[in-house]
């Protein structure tokens, strides 16, 4: 596609359900970062993928948290049982590829906003 | 590491005065350095990157950036700002390195004021 498009845009969910947030990145674009933005705050790392998998899992925060990658495209974040600290923007971001001549940026989607009530 | 710090939160200017985002970052061999600019709810957005070659780089909205090895700092710059410069802006750094490679690190954002 054009851009990185995630979904849904918000999602409203109760305190212990579980949820999933989706991200489809830019056409041919192998790798694909996760991170996660509080209230106006900066940036947290959660994980990244080349292709479909993940050299990377250090920012998750907790086993509640996983993530998987298929077909090199599409990515989803899941979240089981979550809690009310969950609440945050979720960001999608990919890069055209993994060698070192890439000298390119991440291109963002524009976040998946979790509400936990 | 590499890290990236953004020593203010936030920056206020009146508009038409320039401005200056403050950037400095740690990294063990070369630095791969980029600036996004975030408006309210929406992604980040690319603004602008520094690999090699000038020091001074110019970006997008016409912004622009000067790399200082000695300093390990990436400032972001603007002649004359305008009230829609208004937005929150990351400084960030490429990780080149064998163990952590392609992983990007991002500070913590300034919150940019520009007032009429």
């Known amino acids: 596609g054009a851009g990185v498009s995630q979904s849904p845009s918000n999602k409203v969910t109760e305190k212990g359900k579980d949820v999933e947030l989706r991200c489809d990145p830019i056409?041919?674009?192998?790798?694909l970062y996760w991170y996660r933005q509080s209230l106006g705050q900066g940036l947290e790392f959660l994980i990244y993928?080349?292709?479909?998998?993940?050299?990377?899992k250090s920012g998750l925060p907790s086993d509640r948290f996983s993530a998987e990658r298929t077909g090199g495209s599409v990515s989803t974040l899941t979240i089981q049982r979550t809690q009310q600290e969950d609440s945050a923007v979720y960001l999608c971001?990919?890069?055209?590829?993994?060698?070192?001549?890439?000298?390119?940026?991440?291109?963002f989607g524009e976040g998946s906003r979790l509400t936990v009530l | 590491a590499q890290s990236v710090a953004q020593p203010e939160d936030q920056v206020n200017v009146a508009e038409g005065n320039p401005l200056t985002v403050k950037c400095t970052y740690s990294?063990?061999?070369?630095?791969?350095l980029f600036w996004y600019v975030q408006y309210p709810n929406r992604g980040l957005q690319f603004l602008l990157k520094?690999?090699?070659?000038?020091?001074l780089v110019k970006g997008s909205y016409g912004f622009e950036a000067e790399f200082n090895k000695s300093q390990t700092s990436f400032h972001l710059k603007k002649p004359s700002a305008l009230v829609s410069d208004s937005a929150l802006y990351f400084c960030?750094?490429?990780?080149?390195?064998?163990?952590?490679?392609?992983?990007?690190?991002f500070g913590s954002g300034t919150k940019l004021n520009v007032k009429p």
């Open positions: 993928f080349q292709g479909n998998s993940a050299p990377d």
């Open positions: 971001a990919s890069t055209r590829s993994w060698d070192r001549t890439n000298t390119g940026e991440l291109f």
């Open positions: 990294v063990s061999g070369n630095p791969y």
């Open positions: 056409s041919g674009h192998t790798a």
């Open positions: 520094y690999i090699t070659g000038d020091n």
């Open positions: 960030a750094v490429r990780d080149m390195g064998m163990r952590n490679f392609n992983k990007f690190y």
